[in-house]
């Protein structure tokens, strides 16, 4: 990836203590990759002795200007015989002392953003640059264990809490305010910033369905405007919160909660995160999916290497260096990773001759999007392989710079290249390229690379359509998984659904 002679110190890891924060850190890992998770995040005392960290919390995770801290415990639930007493004795121990970790964490953040730790004795600083607090989106997050199994014995339920944002501050926990609702959660306490409560159902169920960190903040950010709106009644589990997030789309064809004009609270039953699983166009989701992990694959290559240090060139050292110029990478959602790891498969896998190469450019979906470019090169037998990859990652960033004058609004370029063929020993070089300072002497020298290399000389564009849920031969039936909404002449045209009938006569009405 795109050293220095001195490489960088290896990052400090921590595996967590208890089993359930190990497991945490398996599940986040798995969603937010390695290089932007930290378990077991300290803070000094700031006395300048040795050992004297205090544990900030239980998991942190930094990604662009998103800040999630995360919180586990995983305490007993007391069995006395009273209920509402039980319930209380456990939230208290489970969600309002985790929540207090929480809340407390983002003031440590908030006043001392420097002073973090990746180890107790505080001598390995927190390896990711912190945003600026003035853009600082802080998610807090509460994962409490121990309440599904009697939860399933009283309600008969998936064991997921319940979620009520009428259920405020003590009337969690205390009956003299009002009549407890034992597995039940509110609003812990609104003055002091949103927490997201999930347990030991919604725990999997979130991070592995939302497994990239854009979807999952999304989603994060979508729940807390929704709860806070006052359009949210009841809902009958994070789950089934989740599946009518993901079933419908707002103007922007972004997932949203929907409420319709003439509903003032939604009240969602049990039953639609079941639904939502078993429906054709779900199953099909995670099949189309599969190829998308590729991209993962990739990220976690260059991760790895940043973390231990290992990184075969860079143009600046250090972890919060290298994490940048990955970060496009792992910024992309789970549907446009589908699109890019197809992409770059394909080119993997196409048979040049060894005096060859092959590019392509993949543009952006989105404003804000990055370009890319691809670069498949083989290696000559007869050529040093050191030598090798230095001739590639110089050709890559020409390709970089080329890209820049055939497409002249690209401010962020993204360019990757590998070798032929998909065997398990091969190498990635990565490298970013902010086009943003384009001068006319880089202009220049770009177009005699262009001339020199050959380069995007002669483009052949193609357009690709990826479907987030792909589309079925639903003939006679709705699609459960809302399309992108059709507006004005558009809802004149053949439903998505396949029924035959115009959209406004199907699925638009």
């Known amino acids: 990836m795109v050293g220095d002679n001195k490489p960088p110190r290896a990052i400090y890891r921590a595996e967590g203590i208890t089993e359930s924060e190990r497991y945490l850190k398996k599940?986040?890992?798995?969603?937010?990759?390695?290089?932007?998770?930290?378990?077991?995040?300290?803070?000094d005392q700031g006395n300048g002795k040795a050992g004297e960290g205090k544990e900030v919390c239980d998991l942190l995770v930094v990604f662009q200007d998103h800040i999630i801290i995360f919180s586990d415990k995983d305490c007993a639930f007391p069995d006395t015989g009273n209920l509402d007493l039980d319930w209380s004795r456990w939230f208290r121990r489970a969600i309002l002392e985790s929540a207090e970790q929480v809340w407390g964490a983002e003031r440590w953040i908030k006043s001392y953003p420097d002073r973090l730790f990746l180890d107790?004795?505080?001598?390995?600083?927190?390896?990711?640059?912190?945003?600026?607090?003035?853009?600082?989106?802080?998610?807090?997050?509460?994962?409490?264990?121990?309440?599904?199994?009697r939860s399933k014995q009283v309600l008969r339920g998936s064991g997921s809490l319940m979620?009520?944002?009428?259920?405020?501050?003590?009337?969690?926990?205390?009956?003299?305010?009002?009549?407890?609702?034992?597995?039940?959660?509110?609003?812990?306490?609104?003055?002091?910033?949103?927490?997201?409560?999930?347990?030991?159902?919604?725990?999997?169920?979130?991070?592995?369905?939302?497994?990239?960190?854009?979807d999952f903040v999304e989603y994060l950010t979508k729940k807390e405007s929704f709860i806070l709106s006052g359009k949210l009644g009841w809902a009958a589990g994070e789950e089934d919160l989740l599946a009518c997030y993901l079933t419908k789309v707002n103007q922007k064809?972004?997932?949203?909660?929907?409420?319709?004009?003439?509903?003032?609270?939604?009240?969602i039953d049990q039953g639609h995160w079941e639904k939502f699983t078993q429906h054709s166009q779900r199953l099909a989701q995670l099949e189309a999916n599969k190829v998308s992990y590729a991209w993962d694959a990739l990220i976690e290559v260059f991760s790895t290497h940043i973390i231990a240090g290992t990184q075969y060139f860079a143009s600046h050292v250090g972890v919060s260096n290298g994490e940048k110029s990955i970060r496009f990478l792992a910024r992309e959602s789970r549907t446009r990773r589908r699109l890019l790891a197809s992409a770059l498969l394909e080119i993997i896998g196409k048979r040049i001759p060894p005096d060859a190469r092959y590019t392509r450019i993949i543009l952006p979906s989105h404003e804000g999007d990055p370009y890319y470019v691809?670069?498949?090169?083989?290696?000559?037998?007869?050529?040093?392989y050191e030598n090798y990859r230095e001739v590639r990652?110089?050709?890559l960033e020409a390709c970089c710079r080329v890209l820049k004058v055939k497409y002249p609004d690209a401010l962020d370029i993204m360019g990757i290249a590998t070798e032929v063929g998909m065997k398990s020993k091969r190498s990635e070089d990565a490298i970013y390229f902010d086009a943003r300072h384009w001068t006319e002497e880089d202009q220049a020298d770009a177009l005699d690379l262009q001339q020199d290399l050959n380069l995007f000389q002669d483009l052949k564009g193609y357009a690709t359509r990826i479907q987030e849920y792909p589309?079925?031969?639903?003939?006679?039936?709705?699609?459960?998984?809302?399309?992108?909404?059709?507006?004005?002449?558009?809802r004149n045209l053949p439903c998505p659904c396949g029924s035959g009938k115009k959209y406004k006569k199907c699925c638009g009405r």
């Open 163 to 214: 979620i009520d944002p009428h259920v405020i501050g003590s009337k969690h926990y205390e009956p003299q305010n009002s009549t407890i609702n034992p597995f039940t959660i509110g609003q812990i306490n609104p003055k002091k910033g949103f927490v997201h409560v999930l347990d030991n159902t919604s725990l999997d169920i979130v991070l592995q369905t939302l497994d990239t960190i854009t």
């Open 374 to 384: 691809f670069l498949l090169l083989p290696h000559p037998p007869n050529v040093d």
């Open 253 to 267: 064809d972004e997932h949203d909660f929907i409420v319709p004009h003439n509903v003032t609270q939604l009240f």
């Open 120 to 149: 107790r004795a505080c001598k390995q600083k927190f390896p990711i640059e912190l945003p600026e607090l003035t853009t600082a989106q802080f998610h807090r997050i509460v994962v409490a264990h121990g309440s599904a199994t």
């Open 471 to 490: 589309e079925l031969p639903l003939r006679g039936k709705k699609t459960y998984i809302q399309p992108g909404k059709m507006k004005g002449r558009d």
């Open 393 to 395: 990652r110089r050709f």
């Open 27 to 43: 599940l986040c890992e798995h969603t937010f990759l390695s290089l932007w998770s930290y378990s077991g995040v300290y803070r």
